[in-house]
């Protein structure tokens, strides 16, 4: 088992104040965190490419998964390629960035989460298997160390970059 140096702790969550503009959670809910970008999202996981496949796999007005793909596409999740059948204009599909692809272990915890306390009796409708094996692929946390972490076995540390007041800050 590999030991660092033993990180900076962050005191009781009443101590300490975080605010939106440097959170990485709320920052990331500006760019992902609504039902439809979702939806496209698992859409765009699942293999979907073109913009009706996607609006109406998710059931959402053209004009919504425009606005969409459009706000993906400029963060950098999605991006446009051309495309053409024969004898048709040429369109574009939207694929998969590396930034998007990132966001496979996301929706996996979600999913995950949506299985376990959401789903219907029998149980959920799809799983996520390994190819190699067969066995249904589960999201989980784990160190960089590749120990596997109970919820219980985390704290909080000060980052690189953190903006967060402790009462000592203003003596």
Known sequence: MATHPPP???PDRGEWTLTNANCSIARALD?????ISLLLLREAFFGTR???DFAERVGVSESAAAKRLNELTAAGI?????YREPGQRERQEYRLTTKGG???VVLTALRDW?????APEPGPPLHTVHRDCGAT???????????LVPRHETALAAGPAPDTETPEDHT
Do not use: Q, S, Y
């Not at 760019?31 to 039902?35: A, K, L, S």
């Not at 949506?114 to 959401?118: L, M, N, Y």
């Not at 692929?137 to 120990?147: F, G, I, L």
């Open 31 to 35: 760019v992902i965190g609504n039902r």
């Open 137 to 147: 692929v589960h999201a989980e946390m784990r160190c960089t160390d590749d120990h």
């Open 78 to 82: 999605l991006e446009r390629r051309p």
């Open 8 to 10: 900076e702790l962050l």
């Open 102 to 104: 990132e966001l496979r």
């Open 114 to 118: 949506g299985d376990r306390w959401e």
């Open 50 to 52: 073109r913009f009706d």
